[in-house]
């Protein structure tokens, strides 16, 4: 029997975990979630669930260079490519799993978390964990390499104590061993911690889910040929001033901001290069400061879809900018015709300030207020 790549088409065996063409997770594939333990969802192996509307999908702003955008692309393709051959050039199967619990009788002084993990094939899955659970952290690693490899040669989480900060370090790359790994990665991190995430990956999926009251002080997400899937609902954003980045080359952005709340200005940055943005902002509660938020959607040759919903009753403003080079804008859903840049009247004296920009070269802008 035989199974088909939902990246690139090519054709693979039914047991196949990654396309032997393109190193893409191949559908037969579902993640191991663990099932003794009270999460607040499980929802990460459902990219699915999130919002694939046209009119769905927001951002901030970093400056970019379009006339070497072509180059840009063609190398990091060839490394990504090179990578994914590596990674697939013998018959990977399912070596096995690890867990770690870091529990909260034994990790006391444990206030905040610092994850840096680098990727090279594989899925990266972050989750939060209920505040009344017992655990505060909650690794899983699922491997895959050669049948003749050992799941004991593959890599572990480091884990360094800085006082109250833990900071975990994943680095897929392995010095001590010849055998090429893989690994699907699921974190889960109480409510109660306050986290900062810096996840890089070259050929496969991040998501990201953030539900309730969740500290988190600083996002840094990339991927090269995958996408991103990340939900912020009901967020808090402590006082940092830092920008927030999800980038991708090839892959897709996709971005929901239900009513996150910051005690000072926010900074988002979505950056993709071939692939495409949608993003999704509903707010409706206001911060107990003066705040802007800061939304930059960049695409070179990809698509962006941008939808928000505000209550216009309360004292919310919001400015449009788009910048384009042969593609185009389209307006949906406002009340009355306007042109870009566009600001609201009551700008700059409201609570909240939604500052929205647009860049792309060959790609389309569509803009829609519900």
């Given amino acids: 029997m035989t199974q088909y790549c939902s990246n690139c088409g090519s054709q693979a065996s039914l047991d196949s975990v990654f396309c032997e063409q393109c ?3 191949l559908p037969g594939f579902s993640s191991k979630v663990p099932t003794d333990i009270s999460f607040s969802n499980k929802r990460m192996n459902s990219p699915s669930r999130f919002y694939s509307s046209p009119h769905r999908h927001s951002s901030i702003r970093r400056p970019m260079i379009f006339g070497v955008g072509a180059v840009f692309l063609i190398v990091v393709l060839s490394g990504a490519l090179f990578v994914a051959l590596i990674a697939n050039d013998t018959s990977y199967e399912y070596l096995g799993g690890t867990f770690a619990v870091y529990e909260k009788d034994i990790y006391q002084d444990m206030a905040e978390a610092e994850f840096i993990i680098d990727n090279a094939v594989g899925t ?11 655990s505060l952290v909650i690794i899983e690693l699922q491997v895959y390499g ?8 593959s890599n572990m989480f480091e884990v360094q104590e800085l006082g109250n900060r833990s900071l975990f370090v994943f680095n897929s790359w392995n010095p001590y061993t010849d ?27 991040i998501i990201f889910y953030a539900e309730g009251v969740n500290i988190i002080e600083e996002i840094s997400l990339e991927t090269t040929t995958g996408s991103i899937y990340a939900r912020f609902e009901d967020t808090y954003f402590p006082i940092k001033n830092t920008i927030n980045r999800l980038k991708t080359v090839t892959g897709t952005i996709d971005t929901q901001f239900n009513n996150i709340i910051s005690e000072s200005d926010l900074f988002w940055s979505l950056e993709t290069v071939s692939g495409s943005i949608y993003s999704h902002l509903d707010q409706f509660n206001l911060p107990e400061k003066n705040v802007t938020y800061y939304l930059d959607l960049v695409a070179v040759t990809g698509e962006i879809n941008y939808f928000f919903d505000i209550n ?6 919001y400015f449009l900018n788009s910048k384009v080079v042969t593609g185009q804008t389209v307006l949906n859903g406002f009340s009355s015709s306007i042109d870009l840049p566009y600001y609201t009247p009551n700008f700059q004296i409201t609570t909240l300030n939604l500052v929205s920009t647009f860049e792309t070269t060959t790609g389309s802008i569509t803009i829609s207020k519900s």
Avoid: H, R, W
Avoid at 146 to 153: E, F, K, V
Avoid at 312 to 317: M, T, V
């Fill in 23 to 25: 190193g893409s997770k």
């Fill in 124 to 134: 990266v899955s972050i989750d939060f964990v209920e505040n009344n659970s017992e």
């Fill in 146 to 153: 050669p049948s003749q490899s050992s799941i004991g040669d």
């Fill in 179 to 205: 055998d090429k790994f893989n690994y699907d990665i699921i974190i889960y991190v109480s409510t109660l911690l306050k986290a900062s995430f810096d996840v890089q990956v070259i050929t496969g999926e």
């Fill in 312 to 317: 216009d009753s309360l004292s919310i403003g």
